[in-house]
């Protein structure tokens, strides 16, 4: 049966969650995708994306998505622009999505996928589309459009468990590395850090610490916003899926790290670690081997690091994969000025 896509104004949460939550049911998709993340974000900032709907001749949801509308500036003016999943807003995207793409039920996903391109196409609202954090080759970058530009291309360093099962963490990773972690190991005490998990009791002030470790540390720091708070809270509160560690020693607390757990992978979401305790500690690294150990003891398959570019996750790795950062643009007399000058000064659309 034909499905039927549309856009409508976002209903209330009360309304939407059971929706979200019947179709995440039927769904294979990632967590960024589920109602856990998009009633947290939803919750804590003043937005109000649009709801696309992807319905069978029955009514019922085969895919859903949400749109943020809004004018965003680029290098000769504000450009009209619907952002997946996003409201673009910088600061209300601070949650900073990872594999975005619908929500599908499963086995559903190509017909599903016809119907909101299509959608988006009959749309005449828009100049820009811009799909942050995509699988590389999503299917969402054939919507028709005049220019599809890749902003970014951002690896996602993973830690294979069951090498690391089959063998020893240290050995999987360079000598330097190697060395690094065992280094902290002996200023630690000569063993990983202890691993305590949150109980619900725990999390605001186990938040709080973390937010006060990351004082002062970053120039853009996401801890000083309220809503991003707020966020992380939420996330860490309603949904099973989200582990908050703290990684303490005989001197006291050594780091903490909120990870989401989904499909068979712990993924490390946002981390804050104490001061180095002499010019050669890596709380940091010692953290980060402390989860691997204790994620490889429990039966998972991957330890992902999201998406970064960072050193630190490189060292940390034994393999990857990569994300996108897509600006889709349509045809108009401004943007193909724009596209013009930045050929001629050979300045990319990053820039």
């Known amino acids: 049966m034909a499905l039927t896509a549309h856009f409508t104004r976002l209903p209330d949460l009360s309304t939407l969650a059971p929706r979200w939550q019947a179709l995440e049911v039927r769904a294979q998709a990632s967590f960024f995708l589920g109602w856990s993340w998009t009633g947290s974000w939803l919750e804590s900032y003043a937005v109000r994306p649009e709801l696309l709907s992807v319905t069978d001749s029955q009514g019922r949801d085969v895919a859903l998505a949400l749109f943020g509308h809004a004018m965003q500036p680029r290098l000769l003016g504000r450009s009209a622009t619907l952002s997946l999943n996003q409201s673009g807003d910088p600061g209300a995207d601070r949650p900073f999505i990872e594999y975005n793409g619908l929500l599908t039920e499963k086995g559903r996903e190509g017909e599903a996928m016809d119907a909101a391109l299509k959608a988006l196409a009959r749309r005449n609202d828009w100049r820009t589309l811009r799909l942050s954090g995509v699988a590389p080759g999503s299917a969402l970058l054939a919507v028709p459009a005049r220019r ?134 890596k709380p940091g690294l010692l953290c980060h081997a402390a989860a691997v150990d204790h994620y490889a003891r429990r039966g998972l398959q991957l330890y992902s690091l999201l998406a970064g570019k960072d050193r630190y996750k490189q060292s940390l790795a034994t393999r990857e994969e990569a994300l996108e950062w897509w600006q889709i643009d349509r045809f108009s007399p401004r943007l193909e000025a724009e596209a013009w000058l930045r050929r001629l000064l050979k300045r990319p659309a990053s820039a």
């Open 148 to 281: 599809r530009t890749r902003l970014d291309s951002a690896p996602v360093y993973q830690v294979d468990l069951e090498a690391v099962r089959a063998s020893d963490y240290l050995s999987l990773l360079s000598a330097n590395t190697r060395s690094q972690i065992r280094r902290a190991i002996k200023d630690h005490g000569g063993t990983l850090p202890t691993i305590a998990t949150a109980t619900p009791a725990d999390i605001e002030p186990w938040l709080a610490e973390m937010q006060a470790f990351n004082q002062g540390r970053h120039a853009d720091n996401a801890w000083d916003d309220a809503g991003f708070c707020g966020f992380v809270t939420r996330l860490a509160s309603r949904s099973d899926q989200v582990e908050l560690l703290r990684f303490t020693d005989s001197g006291g607390t050594v780091g903490l790290l909120l990870n989401i757990l989904h499909g068979g992978a712990a993924m490390n979401y946002q981390s804050a670690f104490a001061a180095p305790r002499g010019s050669k500690d």
